[in-house]
């Protein structure tokens, strides 16, 4: 038979004709092999793993004459490491789209049936085409593979750069700048393993990334130091998202995508904040427990002498509102934990509000910011310039501590004044009634000062302990019967409970020396040198306890003196709106009392006027209404 003339001596290799091609756009091959799960062999479309191939030497560069859907489909010859698929041996093709690929045709002369044997593999040095011949792109140039989507770990962190038509530059290390024109920003290249990637960096980030250690007692770690730590994650996390608008490696780093179009925002502030407000409120919930604590231990302290000298008729009734008194600070203290994640994260706005101003973004990022940046310090460097103050995180954290306490600390007293105030009421009660001597007692821990009997002949009791004095009304000065028993907030968050283990077999905590670990170093082994300052927090919540309660958060605090100025309305005045005069008078006498400089009090006053201004004006006087007798 091999003489007859059927016979086609280039199946037995009598004419190995050899190729080289160019795989075509996947447009025309892809649906060849279904990409999801099927049920039979019948649902899929083409036979095994082909590809359209333009073959070079054969098929017109263009694809008026040929289409690429026209071309004909070429086979893939596997090694034999890889098997044929018989005993689940079997491994899929990496062709893609672009790929220059050579091998021979089974058909010899006929020239219809070639069978790719091998790639070529691409150059790094060779940018690479986002356009094939099917979008208006050339074939047989150097193809970008990734049609879909691009990896991570195939993303380069040096975009390309150009110049469109209009002569403005493309690409870059500005990640504002549109793409290069028609280059992908990827290797594709076996021979660049090493090359760096937007893989890389966010590994790196990763690794880096530092994590707070919780430790359970506070005698071996405080938990300020956690706080530090996820303050400066934070701030590190925002700084990225803003350099990100500023370099293109800090994009890809960031997860911002830079490969498709313009970066007009970034939206993930308000998300990063709340993440990280509720990881704080881990470890201030430990801090308020420390307080908690203190609270818990003076209000026996107080109410011990009391107790000891009370009629035995009443103890009964005093220990159930002991019982009480203990259960509302505990209700009050689960309340405030409760609601930390959302303090935290109004506190963490606030005190970056306040800071917005001294660092602004730069007027080149201006256009791309989003309303969420309005509020938000900018961190990054400006034209690589990062001499401007920005509070390290230690502040950040005392002054976030100082504020939540400060926000509870009025409820704090009321509630230990509550719980306190009836029980002292009634031992007073119950002693006045066997003779007065109730009187002289209860005086003796606040209620009604007084040290000497109704006769004036000295203490009716006189071994009844030195006890301060407890005001009946409470005042945030004294903090009520709070501040009479000795409370301080420094103490407080240093408070360590006698009673540190029931039985001698106890097992005691062993807590890790170090204050956090990250993937790539483990331990930071030597503890920081920066400890928070308890005096600073107290001082801090006294501040915020103090404020008066009309205190508003419409933004004008944190403005400039020329920003306060454009928001003067000229056809208000004082004459046709007292009340605009009366808050500029009272913030420039209260701005000179503390002591400000004269540019700050210019400002608080404009505050105060803009302000006024926006209340609406009051009513005219009229004829008084007289209640109506009941």
């Known amino acids: 038979m091999e003489g007859g003339a059927l016979f086609n001596p280039g199946f037995l290799g009598g004419s190995f004709l050899w190729w080289v091609g160019q795989v075509a756009d996947q447009s025309a091959w892809k649906e060849n092999v279904k990409d999801s799960k099927h049920k039979g062999s019948g649902e899929i479309p083409g036979w095994g793993y082909r590809y359209k191939v333009r073959i070079i030497g054969l098929h017109d560069q263009g694809e008026a004459t040929i289409p690429s859907d026209q ?12 098997g044929g698929g018989q005993g689940k041996s079997y491994q899929t093709p990496g062709i893609k789209q672009g790929n220059f690929v050579f091998g021979f045709f089974l058909d010899g002369q006929d020239q219809q049936i070639p069978v ?138 960031s997860g911002i995508n830079v490969t498709n ?73 689960n309340k405030i934990g409760l609601s930390l994640c959302d303090s935290t994260e109004k506190s963490l706005k606030n005190s970056f509000a306040r800071r917005a101003q001294g660092r602004p973004a730069p007027a080149s990022v201006q256009p791309f910011l989003t309303d969420q940046y309005t509020n938000i310090p900018w961190f990054a460097d400006v034209d690589g310039d990062d001499s401007r103050y920005n509070p390290t995180p230690l502040c950040y954290a005392e002054e976030i501590v100082g504020e939540i306490l400060g926000e509870n600390l009025n409820d704090i007293i009321n509630t230990f004044d509550a719980a306190v105030l009836p029980i002292v009421k009634d031992v007073e009660n119950s002693l006045n009634n066997v003779g007065a001597a109730g009187s002289a007692a209860a005086g003796k821990v606040g209620v009604r000062p007084r040290n000497q009997s109704s006769t004036g002949d000295g203490p009716l009791l006189p071994n009844i302990p030195d006890l301060p004095s407890l005001p009946s009304i409470p005042s945030l000065g004294g903090l009520g019967a709070l501040g009479g028993g000795g409370f301080d907030i420094a103490s407080a968050l240093s408070f360590i409970s006698a009673l540190t283990s029931f039985f001698d077999c106890d097992l005691s905590l062993i807590c890790s020396p170090n204050e956090y670990h990250t993937l790539q170093e483990g331990g930071n082994a030597t503890p920081s040198e920066d400890e928070a300052s308890n005096v600073e927090i107290a001082k801090t919540a006294q501040r915020t306890a103090e404020k008066p309660p009309n205190v508003t958060n419409d933004g004008l605090d944190n403005l400039s003196t020329e920003q306060l100025r454009g928001r003067l309305d000229p056809t208000v005045t004082g004459a046709s709106n007292p009340a605009v005069f009366n808050a500029a008078s009272q913030a420039r006498q209260d701005a000179r009392n503390s002591g400000a400089s004269p540019e700050e009090v210019e400002r608080r006053v404009l505050v105060a006027t803009v302000r006024a201004t926006k209340q609406p004006k009051p009513a005219p006087a009229s004829s008084p209404i007289y209640d109506k007798p009941q």
């Open 71 to 82: 071309l004909p489909w070429a086979q893939v010859m596997y090694p034999v490491t890889s």
């Open 116 to 253: 790719i044997m091998g790639v070529l593999g691409a150059n790094p040095q060779v940018p690479k085409s986002t356009q094939t011949g099917v979008t208006e792109g050339q074939n047989f140039t150097s193809q970008s593979g990734g049609a879909d989507k691009v990896a991570d770990d195939d993303l380069v962190t040096e975009r390309p750069s150009g110049v469109n038509p209009d002569g403005q530059p493309t690409g870059g290390d500005d990640p504002n700048n549109p793409p290069a024109e028609d280059i992908a920003p990827t290797k594709e290249s076996p021979a660049a393993p090493h090359q760096k990637t937007a893989a890389d960096e966010r590994k790196d980030e990763v690794l880096k990334r530092k994590h707070p250690i919780w430790c359970t007692d506070p005698r071996q770690t405080s938990p300020m130091k956690g706080i530090q730590t996820l303050i400066s994650e934070l701030t590190k996390k925002i700084q990225k998202l803003q350099s990100g608008l500023q370099t293109y490696v800090s994009a890809i780093s």
């Open 261 to 333: 179009g313009l970066i007009n925002q970034v939206n993930d502030i308000d998300a990063l904040i709340k993440n990280f407000s509720c990881e704080i409120a881990k470890f201030l919930r430990a801090m308020i427990a420390l307080v908690q604590d203190f609270v818990t231990d003076l209000f026996t302290k107080v109410l011990q002498p009391i107790f000891n000298i009370s009629p035995p008729t009443i103890r009964i009734e005093i220990l159930d509102k002991l019982v009480k008194g203990l259960e509302l600070i505990e209700c009050l203290f």
